[in-house]
């Protein structure tokens, strides 16, 4: 959703004023109440027109968070309430898209949060500006260069437990997008003496620190370096842990960044080598010897650290041992060794310390420099982020606050130049006429300090040049020769009289009044400062170094390339790159922060008035202030001014449609503010009292809360009124659904009634009519009943006379008669065929004649057996007499009759007669043969059978031999007792014989026949019609047979099937005879 668009400003919920311009009176006090007031709410930037002031807060404050860039982020400078991101916002935007170069210049005293706030600047620049792997790695880059900076340029120092001890100028350059390209940083003046030498309460710089906290213990031990801060004559002891901060994990932090600015491993190491070399060096001791010419010569005391340093540096012990003790002059061609004192040993050595590190220092920004620089040639947009050190007076001030101050003093001017220039150009612009503002120029004071002529830089300088003794005293006498006229320059020995009675100015002091206050400087040191002086024994020792980067840092120690004129000064070098930095600045669009410290403490919440009120003196906010606002205090374009103050007046509110400095015109007239009190310029209204201003936002104040209420007003009354429309919609819809629905239901009902009271009626008339009907209905019934009986009593009156009384029978008779001829004709057509087994008989007519019907059924079948019988022969009935005969014998009770059921009865199978081989036998018998069969009769002994041949005749059983027709035996059949047999299928028998006859001595005959049915058949028969006897049959399959004098049981078992169909016969033992039937 795109974010609403709120229309704000500085104006919104002010905490006393937000730009100090609005200031009603304005004076110093307040001025400082004003600041106290926002410091105290946790406000602690506040505006002059343009100009950023920030009180240091000393805690963090959660206005720097990602949500708090965004806000920020192209909004316009006097939208939201001040802040460093405001101006960096302002300065970005107007760097990109109107192509102005700009410069972040920010002052203020040591202490005060400068670079802290340079670092927000980068840190929000960084933000804003493009995206990008590249782009991030250059910002990255830019960055971290601050952790390695900061590591080796700043201390602790009782101002300022991390404070800057060299200007730093950076120059990032942008692209035509706006994205990051690169950078340039530029340094001024590192203070060198804190490497050999730390006031009370102050420390060295911190890596010293914490390469000893954080090192390995092999680190350490490569360096030669213990971690016991106490070894080390170069560091102080009384604050060596400095509350809050933490050695050790900086140190990482610091390795960190090296490594993404770019420093290669072997780089880092010999940083922290030449570091170690410096800490070492600051061991060395020495100890007068006695010369032969009285004088004393310094020996070092202890060779140990000496040779270590020359270890861990590769340089020639015994020429760094010697160029501790001689020194060499040379002067045309000569060149003059004189020896050292212990006093200037010392000095010597403290000098080369001093040198290594300063050196070290520029060759660490320069090598930073060369991994930032900007990797293309195109034209580049510049944003200058200026953080030096501030304004500095101590109890003891030396060359150093000298040189700062002089710094600080340059930076006013340009600051007074720029802003007096911005806001006359910015009148010029708006076409407004330009009234002469007073203010505090100090270009005098810069002039005192760098005058070519009779500067004190330039005095400084003469005097160190100058041949002969040369001390401070002399430089002191030189400077009351020079400047003591000037109004600004103060000493105790200056021509002027008047301070020969001032005793608050000691000897071998001078006394400048700056800008910023008094300030008295010490002139102890100030020459050999200036002078910086290295022998060229030692510079020469450290050229022939084999560590590469200590030999790159003294190129002056190549007796090649000896260079007899003197190195520019101190003081000259310092005063070049002063005005370098002044052109460049003047050439960009300036912005300013300006640092105000709040306390002495370094403490949170606590705002000392009297450090303020001398921080705003010297800083000239008043002055700032009144410039800004000489004229006209405040201005705003037309566009904004309209926007807020619209509602003030009918015409332009809620809408104007005019050009809005037509409509600001006429918004000011409708308020009869006095004319005097504000100028019309091109695009901006100009105000002249805050005063006027303030009225305007009370008024506005005011009329926002009559519109809130109006707004209010018709918000509830607009609510209201849609409510109730929108209930009268609802009533009226409801209600006609409801009519509609009651009308419904009525009319059901009515239309239910009626129905009711129609059906009703309908059914009353209808019951009516047909009560009637039935009347009539019954009234004819009973006429036509009477009538019928009337008629049928006349009727048969009449024709009595004509009926028989018994005619009825006679037609009952007729008439069942004819029933029954009409059957009989009809079975005569319907007869079924004349086969027995003709089951078909046609179906009963009526019911009464179904007992007729089956005796005609079996009468006619009776009749049709008899005429089938009739047919027999009296051959085929004697057949068929005995096939009755076998079945009333043996139906269902031998396995082997119903095969003989086929078989035609033949009986003489043997033709005894045809055959002459049994001619003798044939003559033998004289009755007719019944049956004449071969049989096998079973032996008796053994069960092994022989053919025999079987003949019945009327009273005889004969059997005979097959081949000879010679007969065996003759049994007459009134000595047959009985035939048993088995119920299978086999054809075995045996003819019990009546005991005691003839024929029995032998015993019982057993036999095996295939037509043993009929045999046992006719037997039977002939038994029967011969003796009147039946003969007994016995089936069973056990049965004893006599034989001889023996009983044996005849058994018939179930045989295998291993002699085909064919029974066999075993005797088994004298009383079992075994027949196995398969
Ligand atoms: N905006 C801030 N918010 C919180 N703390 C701050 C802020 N500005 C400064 N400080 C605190 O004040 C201390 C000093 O600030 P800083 O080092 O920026 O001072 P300086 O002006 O650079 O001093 P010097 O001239 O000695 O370098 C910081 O270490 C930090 O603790
Ligand atoms: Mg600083």
């Known amino acids: 959703m795109a974010k609403m668009e709120v229309k704000t400003s500085l104006l919104d919920n002010m905490i006393g004023v937000g730009d100090m311009v609005l200031l009603e009176p304005l004076n110093e006090e307040t001025v400082i109440n004003n600041l106290k007031k926002r410091f105290d709410h946790s406000e602690i930037y506040t505006y002059i027109g343009s100009v950023v002031i920030s009180v240091n807060p000393y805690r963090s404050l959660p206005i720097y968070s990602p949500e708090k860039v965004e ?51 980068m840190s929000y620049v960084a933000a804003v500006c493009g ?235 320069n090598r930073i420099n060369e991994s930032i620089k900007a990797q293309t040639k195109v034209r580049k ?25 002089y710094c600080n003093e340059k930076l006013q001017q340009i600051f007074i130049e720029l802003t007096v220039k911005e806001e006359q150009e910015e009148y010029i612009r708006e076409g407004i006429e330009w009234t002469h503002i007073e203010y505090f120029n100090n270009a005098i004071i810069c002039d005192l300090i760098e005058n070519n002529t009779n500067g004190i830089l330039a005095m400084l300088d003469e005097e160190c040049l100058r041949p002969g003794t040369v001390t401070d005293e002399t430089f002191l006498e030189k400077l009351n020769q020079v400047c003591a006229t000037h109004q600004h320059f103060e000493s105790r020995m200056s021509k002027c009289s008047r301070f020969l009675n001032d005793t608050s100015l000691p000897h071998s002091c001078f006394r400048i009044q700056h800008y910023a206050g008094k300030v008295l400087y010490q002139v102890e040191g100030f020459v050999d400062k200036n002078n ?96 800004r606002r000489a004229g006209y205090a405040f201005r705003q374009a037309y566009e904004p001014c309209l926007e807020r103050y619209k509602m003030l007046c009918k015409q332009t509110w809620p809408h104007w449609k005019g050009p809005a400095r037509a409509g600001v015109e006429v918004l000011f ?50 609510k209201c009124r849609t409510h109730f429309l929108l209930m009268r919609k609802s009533q009226i819809v409801i209600a006609a659904w409801y009519r509609r629905y009651a009308q419904q239901k009525r009319y059901q009902q009515i239309k239910s009634s009626a129905l009711v009271i129609q059906s009703y009626i309908r059914g009353w008339k209808a019951r009516k009519i047909l009560q009637e009907l039935k009347h009539q209905k019954r ?10 009986y009337w008629h049928g009593t006349q009727v048969r009156r009449e024709y009595r006379k004509f009926f028989r009384a018994n005619a009825g029978k006679k037609i009952y008779e007729f008439t069942l008669q004819r029933i029954m001829q009409k059957y009989f004709l009809e079975m005569k057509n319907k007869v079924p065929s004349l086969s027995p087994i003709d089951k078909n008989w046609p179906s009963r007519p009526y019911l009464f004649l179904d007992s007729t019907h089956k005796e005609l059924k079996r009468i006619f079948h009776l009749w049709r057996c008899k005429k089938y019988r009739d047919q027999f022969t009296d051959q085929q009935k004697l057949i068929y007499e005995e096939k009755l005969e076998a079945s009333e014998l043996f139906k269902d009770k031998k396995a082997l009759y119903p095969s003989s059921v086929g078989q035609p009865f033949q009986g003489p199978y043997l033709e005894i007669n045809k055959n002459p081989k049994y001619k003798k036998l044939k003559d033998a018998i004289e009755e007719k043969i019944i049956i004449a069969e071969v049989v096998n009769k079973i032996n ?35 000595d047959v007792t009985k035939v048993s047999m088995s119920s299978q ?44 006897q039946k003969l007994n049959i016995e089936i069973s399959d056990e049965f004893l047979v006599q034989f001889r004098q023996d009983k044996v049981c005849v058994k018939f078992i179930q045989g295998n099937q291993k002699n085909g169909s064919v029974p066999t016969c075993k005797r088994k033992n004298n009383r079992l005879l075994e027949v196995a039937v398969p």
């Not at 001890?165 to 804190?194: A, Q, T, W």
């Not at 000064?569 to 300006?594: C, D, E, H």
């Not at 009190?677 to 926002?704: A, H, V």
């Not at 022989?946 to 007969?967: E, M, P, Y």
Request: hydrophobic share 40%.
């Open 985 to 1028: 299928n086999d054809g075995f028998f045996a003819i019990h014989l009546k005991e005691g006859s003839e024929a029995a001595s032998k015993g019982d005959f057993l036999f095996s026949s295939d037509h043993l049915i009929e045999m046992a058949t006719k037997l039977y028969r002939t038994t029967l019609s011969q003796t009147k």
């Open 71 to 121: 806000d920020y982020r192209n909004r316009n400078f006097y939208e939201l309430s001040p802040h460093i991101f405001a101006l960096s916002d302002e300065a970005y935007r107007s760097l990109r898209d109107q192509d102005k170069d700009q410069c972040i210049l920010i002052t203020g005293e040591s202490g005060a949060g400068k670079t802290e706030a340079s670092k927000l600047v």
């Open 779 to 788: 009234c004819q019934e009973a006429a036509t009943t009477i009538a019928a």
């Open 669 to 718: 007239n409708e308020l009869e503010i006095p004319v005097e009190e504000y100028s019309f310029g091109r695009s901006k209204i100009f105000i002249r009292n805050p005063r006027t201003l303030f009225k305007l936002e009370d008024l506005r104040k005011q009329r926002l809360e009559d519109l809130a209420t109006l707004i209010q007003k018709i918000y509830r009354g607009w």
């Open 532 to 627: 910086d002086l290295l022998y060229r024994d030692l510079s020469q020792a450290m050229w022939k170094a084999s560590h590469a980067l200590i030999k790159s840092l003294f190129p002056e120690g190549n007796p090649a390339k000896i260079n007899l004129k003197r190195p520019p000064t101190a003081g000259s070098q310092f005063k070049a790159s002063v005005a370098t930095l002044m052109k460049n600045l003047q050439t960009k669009n300036p912005n300013y922060i300006r640092c105000i410290k709040p306390n002495d403490k370094k403490a949170a919440h606590i705002f000392n008035e009297g450090l303020v009120c001398h921080q705003i003196r010297y800083l000239g906010l008043l002055e700032n202030v009144r410039v």
């Open 131 to 365: 995206k990008g792997a590249e782009v991030n790695q250059v910002k990255e880059q830019l960055l971290q260069s601050n952790p390695v900076l900061e590591a080796f340029g700043n201390a602790k120092t009782v101002r300022n437990d991390n404070s800057s001890r060299f200007g730093k100028y950076m120059d990032i350059e942008f692209d035509f997008k706006g994205d990051p390209l690169g950078g340039v940083i530029s340094n001024y003046l590192l203070e060198k003496s804190r490497v050999v030498k730390q006031p009370r309460g102050e420390r060295n710089f911190h890596v010293f620190y914490q390469l000893l906290s954080g090192g390995s213990e092999e680190l350490l031990n490569k360096l030669k370096l213990e971690r016991d801060f106490s070894r080390y004559n170069y560091l102080s002891l009384d604050s060596a842990k400095v509350n809050g901060v933490d050695d050790a994990a900086n140190f990482r932090t610091v390795r960190n960044a090296m490594q993404i600015v770019g420093f290669m491993d072997h780089e880092a190491e010999s940083v922290l080598e030449v570091v170690a070399a410096v800490l070492k060096l600051g061991n060395i001791e020495f100890k007068p010897e006695s010369r032969v010419n009285g004088l004393d010569e310094s020996k070092i005391k202890d060779k140990n650290e000496l040779k270590e340093i020359c270890e861990l540096t590769g340089i020639d012990q015994s020429v760094l041992e010697r160029a501790f003790s001689f020194r060499t002059v040379e002067a045309k061609q000569e060149k003059v060794s004189t020896t050292l004192n212990v006093a200037q040993a010392y000095y010597a050595r403290d000098a080369l310390a001093k040198n290594l590190y300063s050196r070290l220092f520029s060759w660490l920004v």
């Open 381 to 405: 947009k510049v944003m200058g982020v200026l953080d030096i050190y501030g304004f500095e007076i101590f109890e003891d001030n030396s060359f150093e606050q000298f040189i700062i101050n």
């Open 940 to 974: 008796r002994a053994n069960g092994k059978s022989t053919n025999r041949i079987f003949l019945l005749t009327n009273n005889n059983l004969l059997l005979a031999d097959q081949k000879s027709g010679q007969i065996k035996s003759e049994v007459p059949l009134v």
